[in-house]
């Protein structure tokens, strides 16, 4: 995960073109002629594009962009602690 990237994206697009472009490379992972190395490749991007959904959520309902960002990211620090 890539914070700069999570808050570019949610900068710059809408969710619900985040969430389709979620839905399409969670279609592409699912055809059995994709390697190894493209899932982790598409894992990644997957992963920074939930991030900005719900950075882009926080902003949306009012929290400034600094504070959503450091709330989802202490959110997944302590979420690898557990």
Known sequence: MKLPVIKHLARENEVQKLEHTIEVLESYTEHRSVKDEEMD???????????????KHSIDGGTPEK?????FMQKVVGSIDR
Do not use: F, K, Q, Y
């Open 67 to 71: 504070d959503a960002c450091n709330n």
């Open 41 to 55: 490749v598409i894992g990644e991007l997957i992963s920074n594009l939930c991030g900005a959904v719900e950075v």
